[in-house]
T-cell receptor
Framework: GQSLEQPSEVTAVEGAIVQINCTYQ??????LSWYQQHDGGAPTFLSY????GLEETGRFSSFLSRSDSYGYLLLQELQMKDSASYFC????????????FGSGTQLTVLP | DTEVTQTPKHLVMGMTNKKSLKCEQH?????MYWYKQKAKKPPELMFV???????INESVPSRFSPECPNSSLLNLHLHALQPEDSALYLC?????????????FGPGTRLTVT
């Protein structure tokens, strides 16, 4: 079936670097987005990779390899406020009209 | 203005009630979405409107009825819900075309069905 898989939990300490992986299975693929959601809050868009390679936005970077059906979100200089759920999301239908969200990764940043 | 607003924030309703959720955006986005999210789970797409027309219905039960009165507003009418429908209902919007990857979400309505 078509899906996006992520690790369920990741824990790291303040100031560290953490990588959250996302693997997907689909016959066609058109890009990967990442969203952050704090407890009780709304998902917030972080980044989008349309092409293979690395996109950098401040402390956050995102990578996509379509040949490996794999992407990741890299968070540097972790801060306590980065504790949240992170979702990768892709257009698995190829329609450019809808996103399917990955299973989500709960990041806990420890002092 | 990059804000999507949703009302009410919280809603408790009985299984025989009729209620509506409201969503509004003033970013000029012509795609709007309804998602359902259960605790510790990802958002699940329910409906997509594109240029005020229903574009996608993800086999959602008819007790959920969406409406898009104009390009800024999106409603979700609820009737005869079940306890398992209790969840966070999120509205989102994006540009068209190709804006689907960058969606702006509202804060959601937390619905409890008793």
């Amino acid at each position: 079936g078509q899906s996006l898989e992520q690790p369920s939990e990741v824990t790291a300490v303040e100031g560290a670097i953490v990588q959250i992986n996302c693997t997907y299975q689909t016959s066609g693929f058109y890009g990967l987005s990442w969203y952050q959601q704090h407890d009780g809050g709304a998902p917030t868009f972080l980044s989008y990779n349309a092409l293979d390679g690395l996109e950098e936005t401040g402390r956050f970077s995102s990578f996509l390899s379509r040949s490996d059906s794999y992407g990741y979100l890299l968070l540097q200089e972790l801060q306590m406020k980065d504790s949240a759920s992170y979702f990768c999301a892709g257009d698995l239908s190829g329609s450019a009209r809808q996103l399917t969200f990955g299973s989500g990764t709960q990041l806990t940043v420890l002092p | 203005d990059t804000e999507v607003t949703q009302t009410p924030k919280h809603l408790v309703m009985g299984m025989t009630n009729k209620k509506s959720l409201k969503c509004e955006q003033h970013m000029g986005h012509r795609a709007m979405y309804w998602y359902k999210q259960k605790a510790k789970k990802p958002p699940e797409l329910m409906f997509v409107y594109s240029y005020e027309k229903l574009s996608i219905n993800e086999s959602v039960p008819s007790r959920f009825s969406p409406e898009c009165p104009n390009s800024s507003l999106l409603n979700l009418h609820l009737h005869a819900l079940q306890p398992e429908d209790s969840a966070l209902y999120l509205c989102a919007s994006s540009q068209v075309p190709a804006g689907v990857y960058e969606q702006y979400f509202g804060p959601g309505t937390r619905l409890t069905v008793t």
